[in-house]
């Protein structure tokens, strides 16, 4: 069973998707995200990864209204939130994680610099950087992402920790 500690920190997490503040989530959040990703890393917007990445955020977008936008008006409420990942959690925790992959590989493609497919713990903090996380969260979180201790953050890495932010304690 979901407790209210699981409650509490998954309603801690709305703050991080609300990037312009105005108090729900909506398309625009996601829009705001991957335009702060293109601008940290000099992507243009019109380039394959400026798109990939749009693309990546408006299928986060629809999965995230797919699983919390209850009354379909296109922006998820914080109360939306918290019960749509609270229900997607108690049904099986990887499928959150899921919804954001398309998303995490386009950010990861936009902080590789060397095209290899992984990003370092250095770009990675940029990237968490960029989307409002402070820069020492960041750089202690990225340093957290690189499981297998290589100075690498691949995809995998990526989802699995994200599925992960929403069901364990920081």
Known sequence: MVTSEHDRRIADRFATFDQNGNGYIDRE???HAAKALLAEFGVAARSDRGQSLYGGA????QGMAGIADRDG???ITREEFVNGALKRLR???DRFGEIARPF?????????????????VEETARVLVAL?????????????????GDGRIGEDEVVRSFARYFTVPE
Request: glycine content about 8%; aromatic content about 6%; charged content about 30%.
């Open 104 to 120: 995490l590989q386009a950010a990861l493609a936009v902080a590789d610099g060397d095209g290899d497919g992984r990003a370092t």
């Open 73 to 75: 008006d296109q922006r």
């Open 132 to 148: 409002g996380v402070t820069d020492d969260l960041a750089r202690t979180a990225a340093a957290t992402l690189d499981t297998d």
């Open 91 to 93: 049904d099986n925790p």
């Open 58 to 61: 408006e299928a986060f977008w």
């Open 29 to 31: 959040d996601f829009s």
